[in-house]
């Protein structure tokens, strides 16, 4: 098993462009999240998902939205990039809510 | 959700026991306790989960007093890849909404 994977692993985006992160998992986990972590700062949510086809804010989902379509699949997109989202973003997943598997995330830097 | 405190630092040699205190004074009655270490460049992984008194498994012990308003991560007999972030988190057992504070980072020196 692969676990949790992300594309890509890292990313430059200029002001204003817009671009979906991707999150895969082949551990049939029902619950996905999407995390940023900032240099020196432990990792904030951004939004979680407890079913295909559901998805929830998290304690910063500003200027990030989510889509679920799929159980293994969980995408973060930014429509309109800001240098506040440079950030380091991981993704997990969990059976139930429980012990949360994390992928090895992806560098974002928004110039 | 639960306030947590730990330490920002702590350095230790390798072969020694490593104890980390966390604070959670507002801790609630279904609350538990949980413990992850992340390594640079890497997501946070899972050690160990408990409720009161003490769990060990085979990476660690976590020792939770009667009162629960604390707990110490203890990391037997530590080597230099123990160098890492370490983080205390209280919620309840299917909390979504997981609070990473700053973490404890764990220098282990040969």
């Known amino acids: 098993n692969a676990g949790v994977t992300q594309t890509p692993k890292f990313r430059v985006l200029k002001t204003g462009q817009s671009m979906t992160l991707l999150c895969a998992q082949d551990m049939n986990h029902e619950y996905m999240y999407w995390y940023r972590q900032d240099p020196g700062m432990g990792l904030r949510l951004i939004h979680y998902?407890?079913?295909?086809?559901?998805?929830a804010k998290g304690e910063v989902p500003d200027g990030y939205n989510v889509s679920r379509l799929k159980k293994q699949n969980f995408l973060l997109g930014l429509e309109s990039a800001a240098p506040s989202q440079t950030s380091v973003y991981f993704c997990?997943?969990?059976?139930?809510?429980?012990?949360?598997?994390f992928g090895p995330g992806t560098r974002l830097t928004v110039l | 959700l639960a306030k947590t405190t730990q330490p920002i630092s702590m350095d230790s040699y390798e072969g020694q026991e490593v104890n980390i205190t966390c604070s959670h004074n507002n801790i609630a009655t279904n609350d538990y306790i949980t413990w992850y270490q992340q390594f640079p460049s890497q997501g946070p992984r899972f050690i160990i989960q408990g409720y009161k008194t003490k769990v060990t498994n085979e990476v660690a012990s976590l020792f939770i007093p009667a009162d629960r308003k604390s707990s110490t991560l203890s990391l037997p007999r530590v080597s230099l890849s123990d160098t890492a972030v370490y983080y205390c988190?209280?919620?309840?057992?299917?909390?979504?909404?997981?609070?990473f504070g700053a973490g404890t980072r764990l220098t282990v020196k040969p």
């Open positions: 998902s407890v079913g295909e086809g559901t998805t």
């Open positions: 988190l209280v919620g309840r057992r299917n909390n979504n909404d997981m609070r």
């Open positions: 997990a997943s969990s059976r139930g809510g429980d012990t949360q598997y």
